[in-house]
């Protein structure tokens, strides 16, 4: 069964998007993972499909309804449907590799794009919303931030990528960012690739990177090695 991704928005012609090129492109081309966008207007309320209404308690902007959300929701995903369920919201917990992984050895997702001042939290609880943020700043809306998401799962989904390899030496995989990488010419504006790299000798070579990931790492990202340093708990 392949992958399915069903996508909530208000604005379902950004989708495909850059999902539709590349290599995400040719698996979805190839059927490796189906993409719909559902519109969520079309569970509107009355003849202007409204979908938005003022925040209980006043404040600026408008609020996505809980009744139409619920209904957008319960029609993509039915009772019985096992795909997790996501919310794209700055206030979610951080988006991880562990979890892009998880997810792409999954069945697929069901993701709901807010807009406005975001979507009554009584539907979020009913519908068990697993809010999710790709960073500490805010978006227009959770489109960018699905398409985001997305393409971190699908390069992971079987037969996407060209080589296993190419996704365990990335960013992340082993708790490290990604040593730094070079190609041809040998020498670019008097910067000579290192001669590591051309030595030949493959257990250098693999040392040499390790090292430069652990020094990238603490240069860039030292709460990488202070997670990985603290103790699994149980």
């Not at 209980?56 to 959300?69: E, F, I, T, Y």
């Not at 009772?79 to 999954?106: F, I, Y």
């Amino acid at each position: 069964m392949s992958f399915k991704a069903s996508v909530l928005t208000l604005f379902p012609e950004m989708f495909p998007g850059p999902l539709g090129i590349s290599l995400a492109g040719r698996a979805l081309e190839a059927g490796r993972f189906v993409l719909e966008a559902r519109q969520i207007r079309e569970h509107g309320i009355g003849t202007h499909r409204m979908v938005d209404d003022t925040p209980a308690g006043g404040g600026p902007g408008m609020v996505m309804r809980a009744d139409v959300m619920a209904a957008a929701i319960d029609a993509a995903a039915p009772e019985g449907d096992p795909r997790p369920r996501l919310l794209m919201s700055p206030r979610g917990r951080p988006l991880t590799q562990k979890m892009v992984k998880d997810w792409a050895a999954g069945p697929g997702l069901v993701i709901v794009c807010g807009r406005f001042e975001g979507i009554d939290e009584r539907v979020i609880e009913a519908r068990g919303l697993e809010e999710v943020s790709i960073g500490d700043f805010v978006l227009s809306g959770g489109e960018i931030a699905a398409l985001a998401l997305l393409d971190a799962v699908v390069r992971l989904l079987p037969g996407v990528m060209g080589k296993a390899e190419s996704a365990s030496e990335e960013s992340f995989e082993n708790g490290l960012l990604e040593y730094p990488q070079y190609t041809r010419p040998q020498e670019f504006e008097g910067r000579e690739i290192p001669e590591v790299l051309t030595s030949g000798h493959h257990g250098k070579v693999a040392e040499w990177r390790r090292a430069e990931a652990l020094r990238l790492t603490r240069e860039r990202r030292p709460d990488l090695l202070e997670a990985s340093a603290q103790p699994a708990t149980k």
